[in-house]
């Protein structure tokens, strides 16, 4: 093959989209390119940073591993939580920025960081309303999503996290912003300047290539969170071990390893959320508890045990204390009906492989579920007594006593609890500048979403995953945009 065929097939692979670029410099390797900001990763974070930056002059590039772009935000269910004085009111539903405060940061056990926290919930309705102008629209309605505490999910009319994806990227490519897939950041470039270090770039691979991505204003990390590395979660946790992960393979914390050569702090890392998944042999959740409203859970004695509108840490320690670990989330018609196309057709799939049933009468559903019919038949005679008197033995709050399991057919899904997202990280400040062991930010390096920690302390509160992702994505790349320490 000549030098030319091997520079002409390494310039088609790599880079398509090219115009951004300053220089270019092959022969000798590395492949060096050179740019304002480099984002790394492709989810929410990634792009709502790259939108901000390029918003404000600009010239950004997107590092993204894998063959897809999204992450974990396209899977997503995609709520996404703001106190909507607007929205809410049509509904009956008060709430403040106060309250929204007050309950994340208790959720989180008192262990979040206020600082961070305040700016997420000055910041949510602020960016719901930045992420319209890119075309993304919510329904009216406003939800409790599961272990959401309140009313103020957002729900995405492009179901779960495709719109934002879709979205967002539309406006990257419009804005002349690449994403290059195939393209994974291995470590960060620095130069030392009195002792300190100054990030200017990125060594990456890309499609097996090595490539140096140099940054005049700076890098910021949007690569996720590391469930899907299962591995390292039950290490961090042992209680996690066995448990499946639902959620996208991209979630590795690869690159934690380059965060900390260059001096950054990583954080709470052995604190690690749980959420309800398939069963053992099977791969789809059903999403049936997406709606707390709409659903109860039971055990495999037909009983229920549990408040549904607890806390995520509260709800995984009550089913795995339940036997075998196993339970089962229950739906009436309207329940059904109000889930989303991907759910019901994952609800589908459960009837098929045998740990879903339909069935128009509790009875009846019970029989097919292997339960005593005449504790699922109390449970729900008991569920729904307790819609009328806003009283519930389990302690389920008046405002989510408010629809009966009474509509048939009913539905039932087998579930367990997997591992869902981790609220450890890398440690940032207000302004998403990473910080060092000693609290001080290193030059020129920036992350958001969910590689980042402080926000969730011990326990995240549903719908707040997103809404972290996007506030602290804009805000990275505003603050790499600004950088007066660009070289
Ligand atoms: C099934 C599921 C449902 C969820 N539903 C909700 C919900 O309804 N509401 C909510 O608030 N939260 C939800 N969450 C959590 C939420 O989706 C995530 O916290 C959020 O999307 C994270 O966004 P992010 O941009 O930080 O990371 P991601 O969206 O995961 O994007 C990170 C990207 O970085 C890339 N990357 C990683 N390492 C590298 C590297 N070294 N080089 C280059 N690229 C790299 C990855 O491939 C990935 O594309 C859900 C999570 C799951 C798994």
Redesign the pocket.
């Known amino acids: 093959m000549t030098e030319t065929a091997i520079t002409r097939r390494m310039f088609t692979a790599l880079f398509v989209n090219t115009l951004c670029f300053s220089s270019f410099v092959y022969g000798s390797e590395p492949l060096t390119y050179e740019t304002d900001i480099v984002v790394?990763?492709?989810?929410?974070?990634?792009l709502s940073a790259a939108l901000s930056a390029a918003g404000l002059g600009k010239s950004v590039l997107i590092?993204?591993?894998?063959p897809v772009?999204?992450?974990?935000?396209l899977?997503?269910?995609?709520?996404?939580n703001a106190p909507d004085p607007e929205r809410q009111k049509q509904f009956k539903i008060d709430d403040s920025n106060e309250l929204f405060f007050k309950q994340t940061y208790e959720a989180g056990h008192r262990k979040g960081n206020t600082e961070l926290i305040q700016v997420l919930v000055d910041k949510a309705l602020p960016t719901i309303q930045w992420l319209e102008q890119f075309g993304i629209q919510f329904k009216e309605e406003v939800i409790q999503?599961y272990g959401g505490i309140w009313p103020r999910g957002h729900n995405p009319k492009v179901s779960h996290?495709r719109g934002y994806v879709n979205f967002l990227s539309k406006a990257c490519k419009e804005k002349g912003i690449p994403i290059k897939t195939h393209?994974?950041?291995l470590s960060l470039l620095f130069e030392t300047e009195e002792g300190k270090k100054k990030i200017v770039g990125v060594k990456?691979l890309s499609n097996n290539i090595p490539v140096e991505f140099k940054s005049k204003n700076g890098v910021i990390i949007?690569?996720?969170?590391f469930?899907a590395n299962l591995k390292l979660c039950s290490q961090l946790d042992p209680r996690l071990k066995g448990m499946k992960y639902?959620?996208?393979p991209?979630?590795?914390g690869?690159?934690f390893k380059a965060v900390q050569e260059v001096g950054g702090q990583l954080k709470d890392l052995e604190q690690i959320q749980c959420n309800l998944g398939p069963i053992d042999k099977f791969t789809y959740r059903s999403g049936y508890h997406t709606d707390v409203k709409r659903h109860i859970l039971v055990n495999n004695k037909g009983k229920r045990f549990v408040a549904e509108d607890g806390l995520r840490d509260i709800l995984r320690d009550a089913v795995l204390a339940q036997p075998g670990g196993e339970v089962f989330i229950l739906v009436d018609s309207d329940g059904y009906q109000a889930l989303s196309s991907r759910f019901q057709q994952n609800g589908a799939t459960s009837e098929n492989l045998g740990y879903g049933w339909k069935a128009d009468s509790i009875k009846k559903l019970a029989d097919k579920m292997k339960v005593s019919s005449k504790n699922l038949e109390e449970a729900v005679a008991q569920y729904n007594a307790a819609v009328d008197s806003k009283k519930d033995v389990f302690g389920r709050e008046p405002w989510m006593l408010v629809k009966k399991i009474s509509k048939p057919p009913f539905y039932a899904t087998k579930a367990r609890m997997a591992i869902?997202?981790t609220m450890g990280g890398i440690v940032i400040d207000t302004k998403a500048r990473v910080l060092d062991n000693d609290n001080k930010p290193i030059e020129n390096l920036y992350a958001a979403?969910?590689?980042t920690t402080g926000i969730h302390g011990t326990n995240r509160v549903?719908?707040?995953?997103?809404?972290d992702?996007f506030v602290f994505?804009k805000i990275a790349g505003e603050s790499a945009a600004n950088n007066k320490n660009a070289y």
């Open positions: 790394i990763g492709s989810g929410a974070a990634g590092l993204e591993k894998m772009i999204g992450g974990n935000t899977l997503s269910t995609g709520l996404i999503i996290g393209t994974q950041a990456a949007a690569t996720g969170g469930s639902t959620g996208s991209s979630a590795t690869d690159i869902h997202y979403g969910e590689v549903g719908g707040n995953g997103i809404l992702a994505g």
